[in-house]
């Protein structure tokens, strides 16, 4: 596969280059273009009133290109300037953090994965439910080989395959289940602090509600220690609501 890598933590995420190792030890050819800084909880915004720089990395098993930019930037300038020709996937990850159930909406992560599926490519968000930075070898092998195991042509145009494995050794995870994203949302909390000066700021935090997870879905059995596999899409258009609008005759 001829492979275009992203993320939204960074291009010297322990994901991403775990990702990129497991790719090329699959024989993979890999392209990286990917935010030089952290990039999470930017969704699918984009650059518009600065200019995209880059800065090069060729380091001894790596080669990447960093962009100060978001993730939908770099897969935005790498489809539209940067590569000769469309890539095989885009593969986005691997996010320190989880990205399931309302996360998508705010996920750097899924928003590159999201750009690479309006461009009717195969796409991949793929995250672990853990923050410290630990070694993901396994399941970036594990990434890669299901990425080469699907069957992408039955798949409907413009989805994101969301992948998502439990905060465990890969061996200890219950297996691949394949799920519908949570309803359930974030109680948010902010924690008002003050600064050197006396200023207030807040920092966010917060939780999804144990009790309003729906059983079956990705944030339920990512809990439970399963690897989760949603397919996503992006046509926004209420049915429902729209028959309800036209038969108020409003104009």
């Not at 969704?43 to 060729?58: C, I, N, W």
């Not at 630990?134 to 080989?145: C, F, G, M, S």
Request: proline share 7%.
């Amino acid at each position: 596969m001829d492979v275009l890598l992203t993320n939204d933590d960074g291009i010297r995420a322990a994901g991403l280059r775990a990702l990129y190792a497991a790719l090329r030890e699959a024989g993979h050819t890999v392209h990286v273009v990917a935010p030089m800084r952290q990039q999470s909880g930017v969704g699918h915004s984009l650059t518009v009133f600065e200019p995209l720089r880059a800065m090069p990395f060729e380091e001894t098993g790596f080669s990447g290109l960093g962009i100060y930019g978001t993730p939908t930037d770099c897969v935005k300038l790498a489809l539209g300037s940067l590569l000769k020709k469309a890539p095989d996937i885009v593969m986005s990850g691997i996010n320190l953090g989880p990205n399931v159930g309302p996360d998508i909406l705010y996920s750097g992560t899924v928003g590159a994965a999201t750009e690479a599926a309006h461009e009717n490519l195969p796409s991949m968000a793929i995250s672990y439910d853990g923050y410290p930075p630990v070694d993901l070898t396994e399941q970036a092998r594990h990434a890669v080989a299901l990425a080469s195991a699907i069957d992408w042509s039955k798949l409907e145009p413009r989805r994101v395959v969301n992948l998502n494995y439990p905060a465990l050794p890969l061996d200890q995870a219950k297996g691949l289940r394949v799920c519908p994203q949570t309803s359930a949302v974030w109680k948010n909390v902010y924690l008002e602090r003050r600064d050197p000066r006396g200023d207030p700021y807040w920092w966010l935090e917060g939780e999804i509600p144990a009790h309003t997870i729906n059983a079956g879905s990705d944030k339920d059995l990512l809990n439970r220690g399963y690897i989760t596999l949603t397919p996503l899409c992006f046509e926004f258009t209420d049915q429902a609501g729209l028959k309800t609008l036209e038969d108020m005759n409003l104009g």
